[in-house]
């Protein structure tokens, strides 16, 4: 079909280069409230981090959308790279085309908002390879439609979160190394989000609280009764440093002040869990390098 690239529509910058659609924290979650609508207000510190998918496109020579390769399990229609291309072609009412070649190195349902920074990074990098010039503002708008994760990875920065996860305000932490246990067991944001035992009244705190050590994530105890695997992890984590839970998991994380201290705890976890090692960010791995200025 419409997979037709010369070399020298990849010689353009930007096509067929690597992107990067980094993960995220949620260094705590509280639960301050219910839309009308059903969607859970919230208060959430989003932390970028160094681990991510990398995403190139293909230019191609008709308007088709279409994946160079579908995630098992996930319909190509349904995938967040595909419904954010066509969202964009839909607002716009640009013609083009693209071949989307994801390669998924975050785990699926594990709260670091792979699906979501997958779709951002589709949306600001089309919105450059398409010149279609939309302002910021309005490709967080239109990743608020994809989910409620997805504007924070539009925005670029380590954030304070509020709303359901759009009222966004930049911040500087330390970007501190972090161990993330992947459990095995895929957590479904929308069966937490129902829970009857789900805490939905938590006191809003402040940026000095969150600081002094307020962590807490509301979604914890519905996700650790549900789901054993995340409590194990809970535990063998917690041998090394303070161990949370990332959003809706089903990943646990801890941070760590050196990179000596993280790299022996993920050395003493690796025989028994799927683990990664990470760094925090207050940028963006996809701002770096679009501020390099290829595109
Ligand atoms: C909880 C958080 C915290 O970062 O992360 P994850 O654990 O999923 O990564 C997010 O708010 C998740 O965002 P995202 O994964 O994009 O969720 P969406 O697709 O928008 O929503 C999935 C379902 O969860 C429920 N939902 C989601 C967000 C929210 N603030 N309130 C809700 O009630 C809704 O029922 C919705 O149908
Ligand atoms: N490109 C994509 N990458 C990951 N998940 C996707 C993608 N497109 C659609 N999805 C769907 O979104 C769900 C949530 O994925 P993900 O964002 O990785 O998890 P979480 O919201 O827990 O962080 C997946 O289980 C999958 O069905």
């Known amino acids: 079909m419409g997979f037709v690239v010369t070399e020298v529509q990849e010689q353009v910058a930007g096509w067929g280069e690597k992107w990067p659609a980094p993960a995220k924290l949620n260094l705590m979650l509280r639960i301050t409230g219910r839309r009308p609508d059903g969607y859970h207000l919230l208060q959430t510190v989003f932390q970028i981090i160094d681990l991510c998918d990398w995403i190139t496109f293909h230019p191609v020579e008709d308007g088709l959308v279409f994946l160079h390769d579908p995630i098992p399990g996930v319909p190509e229609?349904?995938?967040?790279?595909?419904?954010?291309?066509?969202?964009?072609?839909?607002?716009?009412?640009?013609?083009?085309?693209?071949?989307?070649?994801?390669?998924?190195?975050?785990?699926?349902?594990?709260?670091?908002?792979?699906?979501?920074?997958?779709?951002?990074?589709?949306?600001?990098?089309?919105?450059k390879l398409w010149g279609l010039k939309l302002p910021l503002e309005k490709l967080m708008e239109l990743g608020l439609l994809l989910g409620a994760d997805v504007p924070v990875f539009v925005y670029g920065y380590t954030a304070w979160g509020e709303g359901i996860g759009e009222e966004l305000k930049p911040i500087t932490i330390p970007e501190q190394w972090v161990v993330v246990i992947k459990p095995d067991c895929h957590v479904n944001t929308k069966q937490i989000f129902l829970a009857e035992q789900l805490t939905r009244d938590s006191k809003p705190i402040t940026m000095r609280d969150f600081i002094a050590g307020d962590w807490r994530n509301d979604c914890l105890p519905v996700v650790s009764?549900?789901?054993?695997?995340?409590?194990?992890?809970?535990?063998?984590?917690?041998?090394?440093?303070d161990a949370r839970l990332t959003?809706?998991?089903?990943?646990?994380?801890?941070?760590?002040?050196?990179?000596?201290?993280?790299?022996?705890?993920?050395?003493?976890?690796?025989p028994n869990w799927s683990v990664y090692l990470a760094r925090g960010l207050n940028r963006s791995p996809l701002y770096e390098k679009l501020e390099q200025g290829s595109v």
């Open 247 to 270: 959003g809706t998991g089903a990943c646990v994380f801890a941070q760590f002040n050196s990179e000596e201290s993280a790299r022996e705890a993920f050395s003493a976890l690796s």
């Open 225 to 241: 009764n549900l789901y054993k695997a995340v409590g194990e992890a809970l535990d063998a984590l917690s041998q090394y440093a």
């Open 77 to 127: 229609q349904d995938d967040l790279t595909i419904r954010a291309a066509n969202l964009l072609k839909q607002y716009t009412g640009c013609l083009l085309g693209v071949c989307i070649e994801v390669e998924k190195n975050l785990p699926m349902g594990g709260g670091l908002g792979g699906g979501s920074s997958d779709a951002a990074t589709t949306l600001v990098v089309l919105n």
